[in-house]
Structures are given as structure tokens and as C-alpha cells.
């Protein structure tokens, strides 16, 4: 009964990963992209709004890296490939990388520039790199039968 017990709250945790994963990736891209807007036109409502998503996908960003953490770390061994891996190490030094951003946007807006924007960026290519590499994984494990 306990090894049900447990593969049920493993599938809830799975899918609460798979729910929650998206939504700081979102919200880092519209904070890239209201970075590259506040950086062609001056207006401060952009970097106002990004300096907002930021914090707001670090906060949401924290129940999918503990899942993840406990999925590839304190899991199975067998199970957590080595892919899996390097989608949990990059996907911590985005959040890192989107620590440093929010830190950078709390300044004065003037004072964000260039580097909001490059760190929005290597947050968000480095997200993108790792949902390629799940993606591609997932894509594989699909085609082999």
C-alpha cells in the first residue's frame, strides 16, 4: 500500500512539474523582451514591467526546481539520465543568472542598461537550451521502441 501511496505522490509531483515548469520560462522571455523594447525606446514602463516578471518567475521558478532537485538528485539513480542533469545544472544557473537580473532591475531604469538585457538573455538561452535537451530526450525515447 505504501509503494502506491508513493507512486501516486510521484505522479502528482510530476505533474505539478510539468504545470509549473512553463510559466517562469514565459515570463523571463516577456522580461527579455521588455528589456530589448526599453532599450530602443527610453520608455521606462518596459523596464518597470520587467523589473517585475523577473522577481515574479524567480518566486513561481521555486516548486519546479525542488521537484526537479528531488526527481534527478534524491530519486532513483537509474532513472535520471544525464541529460536530466544538465537540464537541472542550467536550469540553476539561470536562476542564478536571474537573481543577478533582478538585482540589476531594482536600480534606478537608466542604470540597467546593457546589462538587464544580457542577462535576461543567457536566463532565458539557457532555459531554452535545457527544454530543447528534455525535449529532444523526450523525442528520442519516443522513436526507439
Known sequence: ?????????????????????????????????F????????EVLWNKAAAWLIPFGLIVAIVPRFINLGFVWAGRRATATRIDKLDFWLNLVAVVAAIFNAFVHS???????PAGVWLSAITVALLAIGHLLIGAQAASAEATP
Not at 35 to 42: F, N, P
Not at 107 to 113: L, N, S
Open 107 to 113: 536600480r534606478d531604469a537608466y542604470a540597467t542598461m
Open 35 to 42: 528589456d530589448i523594447i526599453y532599450l530602443r525606446t527610453g
Open 1 to 33: 500500500m505504501a509503494s502506491g501511496s508513493a507512486s501516486m505522490a510521484r505522479k502528482l509531483a510530476f505533474a505539478m512539474y510539468g504545470l509549473l515548469n512553463p510559466i517562469p520560462f514565459g515570463m523571463f522571455v516577456a522580461a527579455l523582451i
